[in-house]
C-alpha cells in the first residue's frame, strides 16, 4: 500500500520561510514523478510545483519559482519543498502526490496524481 505523509507546516510571519517533508512509502520511490498541491479555505486545489524522476522541477507560476524549490533525496524516499518569502496568500492547507504510473512526465491537475498524502498546514500571518 502506498502512502505518503507530509510534515513541516505551521505558523509563520510573513517573509519567513518553510520546509515540507513527504515521505513515501510501499513501493519505489526513484522512478515517479512527485507533486505538491494546496487548498486554501473555499478554494479549489491548485498545482504547486512538480519533479519528474530524474529531478526537472515545474513550477505554477514565476513567483513560486522564485520562491520555491522542490527536491528530491531518492535514498530517503522524500520530496521536499522550501518555501520562502512566504506571503499571507499562500496559506493553505498543502498537500504531496504521486502517480501510479512511473517515468511519466509532471502532470498539473490533480486528475493526473493517484496518491495523496493527508495534508499539512500553512499559516502565514501579516
Known amino acids: 500500500q502506498v502512502q505518503l505523509v507530509e510534515s513541516g507546516g505551521g505558523l509563520v510571519q510573513a517573509g519567513g520561510s518553510l520546509r515540507l517533508s513527504c515521505v513515501v512509502s510501499?513501493?519505489?520511490?526513484?522512478?515517479?514523478?512527485m507533486g505538491w498541491f494546496r487548498q486554501a479555505p473555499g478554494k479549489e486545489r491548485e498545482f504547486v510545483a512538480g519533479?519528474?524522476?530524474?529531478?526537472?522541477?515545474?513550477y505554477a507560476t514565476d513567483s513560486m519559482k522564485g520562491r520555491f524549490t522542490i527536491s528530491r533525496d531518492n535514498a530517503k524516499n522524500t520530496v521536499y519543498l522550501q518555501m520562502n518569502s512566504l506571503k499571507p496568500e499562500d496559506t493553505a492547507a498543502y498537500y504531496c502526490?504521486?502517480?501510479?504510473?512511473?517515468?511519466?512526465?509532471?502532470?498539473?491537475?490533480?486528475?493526473?496524481?493517484?496518491?495523496w498524502g493527508q495534508g499539512t498546514q500553512v499559516t502565514v500571518s501579516s
Open positions: 502526490a504521486a502517480p501510479k504510473a512511473p517515468n511519466g512526465r509532471v502532470g498539473l491537475t490533480g486528475a493526473e496524481y493517484d496518491y
Open positions: 510501499g513501493r519505489t520511490f526513484g522512478r515517479y514523478v
Open positions: 519533479i519528474s524522476w530524474t529531478g526537472i522541477s515545474t
